[in-house]
């Protein structure tokens, strides 16, 4: 099952409807905005959204134009979100309450849809922005009791820049993304952003290991149902040698293999305590996600996590019950 996706144009609307459009559209994906100025002719737009496990990726071209978050749109909101933006091509400026910003192709800047927020594009912008509801964030990294307060991240070294990779990738695979994987991927952007936003991330010479380590695990979750998943064929999909793609893994203390068993356990664990789930077999849920011997699916569950299969399903669904009684 593939990610719910929209697309949209401004080349479908009329050329008199086009200012009112690009509101609704702006609105559509990154909560209420204002166009205050009417749009040329030849203004040129176009999104797509993609649902990514309660978030969501917008990707959008456009010319320069302007748009703002006053605090009547602010009143409009009931819940609040976070938008990670990674410009790929372009120039804009931000006003983030007090604060100015411009941004350039390969910026990171984070905005919060509680703040006065007004943009400028200064030339056509290509962008990528990840719009997190702040309720989801907070949940994946307790640690962080309040939203960020605004403002560019450095993308150029250290954390910041992995996590521009990381946002680059996922919007040119997230059409591709099994929804069995897409809740480990937003885990790991979740706690990768939350790092970004830390500023404990010491400044330095960008890792490039390391980001080639976090493209390769990425396309290990996005194949991770398929059985011929191994490392030759994880190396050939990404152009780097075998025994390149084994040093990546060194520096995590584990095997490629012992990382694809691991991601097949977790999400076969996910699946056996997830009622949405409780209508496939415990069979199926094995070779859904790349297992090709139930044995070997049982023996190597109960060994990670200490109980068998059957008996954590009886266990998830008993406390489901349990919790719905009382």
Known sequence: MRNAFTEWSIE??????????????LSRSYREWQVPQRLPATF??????????GSG???????????????????HDDDLYVGVQLTTAGRERFQIGDAGVEVTSGDLVVWTSDQVVQFEVIER????????????????????KRPPSG????????????????????????????????????????????????????????????????RVQDFILLHLHEDD????RIAEANHISLR?????????DMTVSGYILNSRLHACKQALTDPAFQRLQISEIAFRWGFNSVSHFCRTFKERYGISPSDARRAALGSIVANRAS
Not at 151 to 171: M, N, T
Not at 229 to 232: C, K
Not at 244 to 252: A, G, T, V
């Open 12 to 25: 479908q609307v009329p050329t008199s409807d086009r200012t009112d459009a690009w509101q609704d559209a």
């Open 44 to 53: 040129y737009a176009r999104v797509k959204q993609h649902d990514f496990a």
């Open 57 to 75: 990726i917008v990707e959008t071209v456009c010319d320069p134009c302007i748009g703002q978050r006053t605090r009547r749109q602010l009143g």
């Open 125 to 144: 912008l290509h962008k990528v922005t990840l719009m997190i509801p702040w309720s989801l964030m907070r949940e994946r990294l307790p640690e962080r």
């Open 151 to 214: 403002g560019k991240i450095e993308s150029r070294s250290g954390v910041g820049s992995l996590l521009a990779v990381h946002l680059l990738a996922l919007s040119n695979q997230i059409g591709a993304l099994d929804q069995n994987v897409q809740e480990s991927v937003s885990r790991s952007t979740l706690e990768l952003l939350g790092i970004a936003l830390s500023g404990l991330q010491p400044s330095a010479v960008f890792d490039a290991s390391a980001a080639m380590l976090r």
């Open 229 to 232: 998943l191994n490392p030759t």
């Open 244 to 252: 390149y793609l084994h040093m990546l893994f060194q520096r995590s």
